[in-house]
């Protein structure tokens, strides 16, 4: 007798479905019905990306199958009426709640099921009910208000402001609804992972093998099974790359690992299947034979420092050349200012301590996903990662076109998070491979575990730090060591060390220091660039010894930093003049009051962070603004991660020229049609990026004045390039300065006949490279500065953090709360509950196991913004925000436990408290 076949049958957004597969609803949703608002941020019920109404309950998709939805009904924000839909754009629009946005519709029907419930929530209740959604970008708190205040519009208690997403008053220091609010929140704003079969209907589908030892000979492998399956279309090994290499700055990643050669971690690729559909793929992966010969890896720095430790690298290509290695040191630093040895001996107080911080997983909601097809001569990969540029210049490596890079035309599409865990190439090189070899479309997506095992971490640290003062507890000298395990890749090794090394001095005024940086290579998953840096573990440490000295001199720990804190005109460690925007005492004097009236339950922590590149190297800021049917088009090749670049350049734009918000837009951030900006990293976009649109914009806003004035129109590019201070056209005409109030009386007439015209802007600030031979070089174009208070309850939980922040002029007022919180509760992560263990080199982790704070959990934040009078003449006195909001908390929660129970924590995540016995 036939086998009866059962049908499931479920309403969608109203409309009846059915279907006789049982799977994962959330793979319903987006493979059968292309609703993309659910997002898989893991499938494994852990990030809540992919909430949905379930008969009004908020309901993973990742969980529920189509058979247990029999007879259900089931919505999504597609589905949800326009005028909560309406409601929850505006209010977290005009609270700041959406960031990269990918958990955004998760948490919006976590919201929607508690308002159904209940009008009028609570903040409790909110906390509660979005409980098992994850937010890294925001810190939850807008979150939080941006569900309360929907649910005020929605009863009747609040009006919605049409004019605030309008924006015809869009300049700086505006409260800027930022431009990605709608498409995010609904759900219809498009990360790489939602290109499918309506976009290419011939898409096919690739994943890497993966290596089941971080240390094993790869003694053959046999493809031929997975080959023959029906629906394979190529299976791909290091024969088939013609430049069998990657990386980011060190050429030493292999694309994928070849016979006989030696893996060096848990994520190398061993070869790669393309097939016509996802189930038939990971068939084949299955059916792929490996033989390894298991080897004893490395598993530490102490490890790899053996004289008798195996080389995890014998060498590698790097700037052009290739390195002969001789240890497992991947890269190293020496930074020296007077005499730091003569300093601490002749001081009156002196402390040693040895520190230790753990590896971090960025855990950014959305993993690593690209699309690739053929495109012109080459391919054009769709990405969602930090630097389109860069992505290009390694794929292009990989296919042997180092000399004809343009044949790799690399879009960023919305970014998913990042926090520097994006700045390599992950997925992107993979799918162009598979996209040049096959002649095919072609998607590959990390899963959520394979994310975890294979993209870089934050760095750990074994450190040993020595501080010293005079008798006022006034700093003579630093002295430390700093290793760091950048596991079985350079990713960026060097960099991070370097500002590691840099910034361990802190924000203070003092001269002598001698600090030694070494990056080791284990066969841990690699490390790289995190959100700090490196600055997070070498501040960690020099606070801690601030604490100690504070308490030897006799004084408060306030006290100690505000009489070494850095300002205007003094020497900061490095010899760099810090310059007249320089607000670190203000930020002290911010919190002052908080921290002296709870003595026994404050912890405090300074920090500065760099904005832009520096210490030497071309960082150009670089915009395109071309007039397309009256809009004004800001095209720049920079990646927004979360941080609202986008917004701040349209701000911009706004501030010079007087145009409202519906006369400007982004245009496509690709390789082809926007101009390289650099990557997304060193908080450089707002200032670097922001003075080159701001450059452009003053191009334009001129041409406005002189079409208005009856002067023809430009009939070329307007080109012109500054150095923060003058800018010199095309011509060699050099403008000494601007006038910012000259704006046209009419700027959308002025603008429109100006159509087709295109305006040009280079911004580069030269800097001094690290060790330059000058009594004060330049190290970096400037630093934003904090101070964090962190205050403990009597259970010990952390029930307050004040962060107040010198980040110039605040360009965006909605948006830096947000910036600020979020960085804070990573920062407190990283103190109190997060940690990454290894075991032989294999993550011990899961996403549900990272120690991520949820909604319930989190601290009153309160955001303090300090702006001076005096403030640097680029991108309208700003600087950036995003990295340094993650920096003083570790230590300032550390130091509210040193004062709580006497015990100082040199390590990380902090023990013996109420997250951690």
Known sequence: MAKVEKTYMFTVNGITRSTSENKSLLRYLRDDLHIHSAKDGCSEGACGTCTVLVDDCATKACVL???????????????????????????????????????????????????????????????????????????????????????AVLRGDAQIDPDLERGDDYGVGTRAFRVDVRPKVLGYGRYPDDID?????????????????????????????????????????????????????????????????????????????????????????????????????????????????????????????????????????????????TAIANAAHVVTRSFSTPA????????????????????????????????????????????????????????????????????????????YKTGRPVKCRLTRQESINFHPKRHAMEGTFTLACDENGIFCGLDCEINFDTGAYASLCGPVLERACTHSVGPYCYQNTDIRGYGWYTNNPPAGAFRGFGVC????????????????????????????????????????????????????????????????????????????????????????????????????????????????????????????????????????????SGTTSGSRQTVITGESVRGAARLMRDAMCAVERGEAAPTGPVCAEGDGVTSTYADGTVNAGWIDDARAADPVAALEALEGCEFDYVYFEPTDKLGADKPNPKSHVCYGFATHVVILDDEGRVSEVYAAHDSGRVVNPISIQGQIEGGVLM???????????????????????????????????????????????????????????????????????????????????????????
């Open 537 to 676: 573990q070498s501040e960690f440490a020099l606070e801690m010894l601030i604490d100690l000295l504070a308490k030897e001199v006799g004084i408060s720990a306030w006290e100690i930093r505000y009489r070494n804190a850095i300002e205007p005109g003094k020497v900061l460690p490095n010899g760099q003049i810090a310059d007249c925007s320089t607000a670190l005492k203000e930020t002290l004097e911010a919190v002052r009051d908080v921290y002296e009236a709870h003595p026994e339950r404050a912890g405090i922590a300074c920090a500065m962070k760099n904005a832009g590149v520096g210490v030497g190297l071309p960082d150009k800021g670089r915009c395109n603004i071309r007039v397309e049917d009256g809009v004004a088009v800001v095209c720049s090749a920079t990646s927004d991660i979360g941080q609202g670049c986008n917004t701040v350049f349209l701000q911009d734009v706004a501030e010079a020229t007087g145009l409202p918000l519906s006369r400007i837009k982004n245009g496509e951030c690709s390789t082809e049609n926007a101009p390289d």
């Open 65 to 151: 199958t189509t058979k247990l939805a029999d007879g259900r009904s089931i919505v999504t924000v597609e589905g949800l009426p326009e005028r909560e839909q309406e409601a929850f754009v505006y209010a977290f629009g005009a609270v700041g709640a959406v960031q990269c946005g990918f958990c955004i519709p998760g948490m919006v029907m976590s919201g929607a099921a508690l308002i159904h419930r209940v009008s009028d929530p609570t903040e409790d209740e909110i906390k509660e009910a979005i409980r098992g959604n994850v937010c890294r970008c925001t810190g939850y708190k807008k979150i939080i208000e941006g569900i309360s205040l929907a649910a």
């Open 197 to 341: 079969e309506t976009d290419f209907p011939d898409l096919a589908y690739a994943s890497a093998v993966r290596s089941k030892y971080p240390r094993a000979r790869m003694l053959s492998i046999d493809t031929a099974r997975a080959e023959a399956l029906p629906g394979v279309i190529a299976v791909l090994t290091a024969a088939d790359v013609p430049v069998n290499e990657v990386g980011h700055l060190i050429y030493d990643w292999d694309v994928m690992i070849a016979e006989g050669d030696i893996t060096r971690c848990m994520g190398d690729a061993i070869c790669l299947v393309v097939a016509e559909d996802p189930a038939t793929l990971e068939r084949a992966k299955r059916l792929v034979k490996v033989d390894y010969e298991e080897l004893e890896p490395v598993r530490s720095i102490a490890e790899a420092r053996r004289p008798d430790a195996p080389l995890i690298h014998d060498g590698f290509l790097a700037f052009g050349e290739r390195v002969k290695l001789e240890d497992n040191i991947c890269q190293s630093r020496h930074v020296v200012r007077g005499d730091a040895a």
């Open 827 to 917: 920062g407190m992560g990283y103190a109190l509950t997060e940690d990454f263990p290894c075991k032989d080199g294999v993550p011990q982790v899961k996403f549900g196991t990272l120690g991520l704070f949820r909604a319930p959990d989190i601290p009153d934040v309160h955001a303090i913004y300090v702006e001076k009078d005096e403030l640097l003449p680029v991108a309208y006195g700003a600087k950036g925000i995003g990295e340094i909001a993650a920096i003083p908390t570790a230590p300032a929660v550390a130091g509210a436990y040193f004062v709580f129970d006497g015990e100082l924590r040199t390590k990380l995540p902090l023990e013996h408290t109420y997250y951690r016995p």
């Open 360 to 435: 971090t997983e960025h855990a950014f909601l959305e993993p690593e996903c690209a699309v690739a097809f053929p495109y012109k001569n080459g391919v054009k990969v769709l990405s969602t990662d930090q630097g389109a540029y860069d992505t290009r210049k390694e794929c292009a490596h990989m296919l042997g076109w180092d000399d004809e890079p343009e044949r790799v035309v690399v879009e960023t599409m919305l970014v998913g998070g990042g926090f520097g865990g994006k700045e390599d190439v992950s997925v992107q090189h993979l799918a162009a491979l598979a996209a």
